[in-house]
């Protein structure tokens, strides 16, 4: 079973525009992390919030954690064809727990 | 650094037969996890090992199961193929599991099972 569910499903914006993505999760945890996946490759670690943590900032990206609604968003600015890709968030509830992903976002963008 | 390595990249079994996957983690980590993605169920947690211990598992059926050697390298077996095996199975590696430290995937092996 999924820990995470993203949403929107899919997303296609144009290049330039911003791109957000919603994380909701059922359980506590030790901290989120957002991950990318080009087609029928591995998964990227992009960028790892902890649960004491609101926000968080790399280059593009903008992170924010709310876990009074158990939820987390990834904001990407500016974005370029080359974001294309699925966005996954991954729950890591801490100690030899694995760490459990969303169902994904699937977003275009076109150039 | 040389990254996740997972062989073989495309393997085509039929129902019934066996398979073994392998993986070389990042040269110093210890943990070692495995997923499998599928369209329906997305990303399912297999197994982590962890320093040749396998310290939690998904669920999965006894025909999923695997094993870690001493220099950190991995391999998972799948006996008694189904169809629904059908996959793409991912490989990570990390320094440690549950830590907050990152996950470093491969690139997958991909099983048709025909």
């Known amino acids: 079973s999924q820990q995470g569910e993203e949403d929107p499903q899919a997303l296609s914006i144009q290049e330039g525009e911003n791109a957000t993505m919603n994380c909701s999760y059922k359980?506590?945890?030790?901290?989120l992390q957002w991950y990318r996946q080009n087609s029928g490759r591995g998964l990227v670690h992009l960028i790892l919030?902890?649960?004491?943590?609101r926000e968080k900032h790399s280059g593009r990206l903008r992170v924010t954690l709310d876990t009074s609604k158990k939820s987390s968003s990834l904001l990407i600015t500016a974005s370029r064809a080359a974001d294309t890709a699925s966005y996954f968030c991954?729950?890591?509830?801490?100690?030899?727990?694995?760490?459990?992903f969303g169902t994904g976002t699937k977003l275009q963008v076109i150039p | 650094k040389a990254g996740v390595t997972q062989t073989p990249r495309y393997l085509i079994k039929t129902r019934g037969q066996q398979v073994t996957l392998s993986c070389s983690p990042i040269?110093?980590?210890?943990?070692v996890s495995w997923y499998q993605q599928t369209p329906g169920q997305g990303l399912q947690f297999l197994f982590e090992?962890?320093?040749?211990?396998?310290?939690n598992k998904g669920n999965f059926p006894g025909r999923f199961s695997g094993r870690q050697f001493s220099n950190s390298r991995s391999e998972m077996n799948v006996s008694t193929l189904e169809l629904g095996d059908s996959a793409l199975y991912l490989c990570?590696?990390?320094?440690?599991?549950?830590?907050?430290?990152?996950?470093?995937f491969g690139n997958g092996t991909r099983l048709t099972v025909t």
């Open positions: 990570a590696s990390s320094f440690l599991l549950g830590e907050g430290s990152p996950l470093h």
């Open positions: 359980t506590s945890i030790n901290n």
């Open positions: 919030i902890r649960s004491n943590e």
């Open positions: 991954a729950t890591d509830t801490g100690g030899y727990q694995k760490v459990t």
């Open positions: 040269s110093g980590h210890r943990s």
């Open positions: 090992y962890f320093s040749e211990t396998q310290r």
